[in-house]
């Protein structure tokens, strides 16, 4: 069904639910973090040296457990305030701290000569995640150091990407985070806009979604909250951010957690629930007619802060630039969180997200000789009748158990609904540039339900031995995947791309050409050990035991087996090292297996046996730094990697008609060069996110011929934002970003002109399809008006380039890029 005027109230409803949510009051806040006590603390292992302290000072403190290893702190006696004694308890240990609400946050000092490190300054942040009493240090929002919202910084504290809490340098592989603070100012509001800002990412779009790359290999897999790996990428280019702390990408095989494709892997941090009560509304208005509402209530739900909660609400309505497109989006999202007992905490949370995505096909074809037809870019190839209608409804839980005061048990939990009907006509096919003639009409019809379930179960912590802090992470996951997928097309006449002629919209079928149930069940163990022979070193040895995969294909027309795999237990293993050469700077190097199913498809002779899983390595070796009291981090990582076995076209039985027979194991695919990354703030008030990436992938199967065509050689992505820190210009911010890549192209094959008939049916010759290289570049101004309320304006390709940001095959798959676009934004807390 589509959005009508009852789907929109309901909308309005819930948007305006959101907006006036009961929370109830803070509960009394924490002590004066400088009122005077006795303290008694001596020197020991500063592991449990913080757990005293914050005992008899009644703070909480957040710390990734890396950032604590191999230290040992000074005693502290006598009566004083808790900052004075966090500092001498802290002198010498190269840790500085910032106050956020009743939580203290641990980081390093900055430094101040070769031979001598200072405390730092305490910075005292209203960052929202403020307290009341009886916080549970680490597991409430207010001391996660996760969390990024209110930070106002580019650089995390930590990210969960490998299950636990951990700094960017103790994670030996690349990662970027975009933080709330990044998502927020440059107005990233879906996954598709966060993917083209990402560090090394290219976009593929396509006309009923996208798909990403990294390295010039897929990006096939997302992970929520920590949890277990997820199959959903169908879509996914419609997630919004508007529920999301941070969005996380590993570039590189995770196959230690079951992402075994070395393009990387999503990490999804939802917004937690906070501990003070805060409403926010935000008001979006831009071109083409482009407009949106959020809002967000969080705060505590009992009087004494142990039940706590958050929903936010969207409504999200414009067109595109091509005509007919126009999309529309209602969200409504909430979440709880308890503290069950002073040590154990639970989160349980729903979202749904309803999607309307009208005249969708502005895939582009080109000529018959592979030249650009140079089709204006409002151009559309459906009807103004072409839609999808797309909802998505997840469930997700969270238990974590602390046991002491350096182990957790975590038990996380998701489960996914989504359906996804199209109803279409398009026109298809290379144009003839001769007489305009080539394209034909043709109905799509299709009708897809998806349901995923993630669980995933681990305990980890650290203990001591030999003088040194070592850690552990020990875990289950378990993955169930179902898609029911039906699909026609239809075959209606002849068109005319120059004067198209727009046929009647069709019912939905009541019987499909094709009809597919799809079932994934993945299980495995998995376990990591970090040991550190000496402080400033770390080894890290895993791997992961999938001992249950199975894929089964089942043919709902005829009630037929298509086919089923069950993969043979296998032990995939992952190895790193990290040494911490100075002050705030890291050298690592890894090793990670990449071992990726192929049960969809059959080696011959028919009707076939599933063809074995696709193998390979992924290495990368680095340098990580953290500068500016760990305002700034920044990383440089070398990688190459190798995949083989991948499934390619059996010549002796090729497929017929896209049938899953037959295919052998024959594809070398070589992906290596470097990237260069660097987020936070450069001095007070300028925040960067920059990243430069060079990859040469090549296809040893095809004389090294290039494999990601579409991959460029260079790209580069900017962006700066600066808040003014003087009194004549306070409030005021601008921001400046370019995204730059070298030329990319698409090869194929095309026909020649026949001289004997004068039209393009002669032999066949292989074509380049090429894209220079192009820059496109954005602006932002903004001005708060105090703490409570704000406007900004982006301002996205300023100089208005006309250019295809993915490419395809003659006939189809061309799609421009954004013409110049503004958006104003309009934000209030309250």
């Not at 001498?88 to 609400?101: E, P, V």
């Not at 969200?331 to 995505?357: C, M, N, W, Y």
């Not at 009291?629 to 896209?658: E, H, Q």
Request: hydrophobic letters at 35%.
């Amino acid at each position: 069904m589509r959005f009508g005027r009852k789907d929109q109230i309901l909308a309005a409803m819930l948007l305006a639910g959101a907006a006036t949510v009961t929370i109830a009051p803070s509960s009394v806040m924490a002590q004066s973090a400088a009122a005077e006590r006795q303290f008694d603390i001596g020197a020991q292992p500063l592991s449990t040296a913080i757990t005293s302290f914050g005992q008899q000072s009644g703070l909480q403190v957040s710390a990734p457990a890396d950032l604590l290893s191999g230290r040992a702190s000074s005693s502290v006696n006598g009566r004083m305030s808790a900052l004075s004694a966090l500092g001498k308890l802290l002198s010498g240990t190269g840790l500085s701290f910032r106050l956020m609400g009743n939580t203290v946050v641990l980081e390093r000092a900055p430094e101040v000569s070769e031979d001598a490190i200072s405390l730092g300054p305490v910075r005292v942040e209203a960052s929202g995640n403020g307290s009341g009493s009886g916080a549970i240090g680490g597991l409430r929002a207010s001391s996660d150091p996760v969390v990024t919202e209110g930070t106002r910084s580019y650089a995390p504290l930590a990210t969960n990407v490998g299950k636990a809490a951990q700094s960017l340098r103790q994670i030996p592989q690349s990662v970027t985070v975009i933080t709330r603070q990044r998502l927020e100012d440059q107005n990233l509001i879906s996954i598709e806009d966060v993917m083209l800002q990402t560090t090394g990412v290219t976009v593929d779009r396509n006309w009923l979604s996208s798909t990403y790359n990294s390295r010039g290999l897929p990006i096939s897999f997302a992970r929520y909250d920590g949890g277990a790996t997820s199959f959903r990428v169908d879509g996914m280019s419609d997630i919004d951010t508007a529920i999301y702390d941070s969005i996380a990408l590993v570039r590189g095989a995770d196959g230690l957690f079951g992402a075994g494709e070395a393009g990387g892997v999503l990490n999804f941090s939802r917004k937690r629930a906070l501990e003070d009560t805060q409403l926010q509304l935000n008001a979006f208005g831009g071109s083409w007619n482009n407009y949106r509402l959020e809002a967000d209530a969080t705060g505590p739900l009992t009087s004494d802060g142990r039940v706590r909660g958050r929903v936010i609400g969207v409504i999200d309505n414009g067109h595109g630039f091509q005509r007919f497109k126009q999309d529309r989006r209602a969200l409504i999202h909430g979440l709880i969180e308890a503290d069950l007992t002073p040590s154990t905490l639970l989160v349980a949370g729903f979202t749904r997200q309803e999607d309307q995505k009208d005249g969708f096909n502005v895939s582009l074809p080109r000529y018959r000789n592979g030249v650009d037809i140079g089709l204006p870019r409002d151009f559309n190839m459906g009807t103004p009748w072409n839609a999808i209608e797309r909802g998505t409804s997840v469930f997700f839980g969270r238990l974590e158990q602390r046991i002491g005061d350096d182990w957790t048990v975590k038990l996380t939990a998701n489960h996914m609904r989504n359906r996804d009907k199209t109803n279409a006509a398009e026109m298809e096919n290379a144009v003839d540039p001769i007489d305009g003639s080539g394209v034909d009409w043709w109905y799509f019809q299709q009708d897809k339900a998806t349901k995923e379930t993630t669980v995933d179960l681990n305990t980890q912590g650290s203990f001591e031995l030999f003088g040194q802090t070592h850690n552990l992470i020990l875990g289950a996951d378990y993955v169930r995947y179902q898609q029911v997928y039906q699909q026609l097309w239809t075959y209606i006449g002849e068109g005319d791309i120059f004067n198209p002629v727009y046929p009647e919209e069709p019912a939905f079928p009541p019987a499909w050409s094709y009809r597919n149930r799809q079932t994934i069940e993945r299980m495995g163990l998995y376990g990591s050990l970090r040991i550190r022979p000496v402080e400033s070193l770390s080894l890290i040895g895993g791997g992961r035991l999938a001992f249950r995969d199975k894929t089964s294909n089942y043919n709902l027309i005829t009630n037929a087996l298509r086919n089923q795999v069950k993969q043979d237990s296998v032990f995939i293993p992952y190895g790193a090292a990290i040494w911490d050469v100075y002050k705030g700077f890291s050298l690592y190097a890894s090793i990670a297996e990449i071992y990726q199913s192929q049960a969809q498809y059959n080696s011959g002779p028919r009707p076939g046996t599933p063809l074995d899983p696709v193998t390979g390595r992924n290495y990368e070796a680095g340098v990580k730094g953290e500068l500016a009291d760990g305002r700034l981090t920044g990383s440089i990582a070398w990688y190459r990697v190798n995949k083989k076995g991948a499934a390619v076209s059996d010549p002796a039985n090729p497929p017929i008609g896209g049938d899953n027979c037959c295919y052998i194991r024959d594809g070398y695919i070589k992906s290596q060069g470097f990237e260069v990354e660097l987020n936070g703030e450069i001095f007070p008030g300028l925040q960067v996110a920059f990243g430069y990436t060079y990859n040469n992938n090549v296809n040893k199967r095809d004389s090294d011929a290039r494999y990601s065509e579409t991959t460029p050689k260079h790209l580069l992505k900017l962006w700066t934002d600066y808040k003014f820190q003087g009194d004549a210009l306070k409030g005021l911010s601008l921001g400046v970003g370019v995204t730059a890549q070298s030329s990319n192209f698409r090869s194929g094959w095309v026909q020649e002109l026949n001289p004997a008939t004068g039209l393009y049916d002669g032999d066949y010759y292989e074509y380049q399809f090429r894209v220079k290289g192009y820059a496109i570049w954005s602006a932002r101004t903004g001005y708060d008006f105090n703490d409570r309320f704000s406007i900004s304006a982006n301002l996205n390709n300023i100089f208005d380039k006309t250019y295809y940001v993915t490419i395809d095959g003659p006939g189809y798959g061309n799609l421009y890029g954004d013409p110049r676009n503004v958006m104003v934004t309009l934000r209030g807390k309250f």
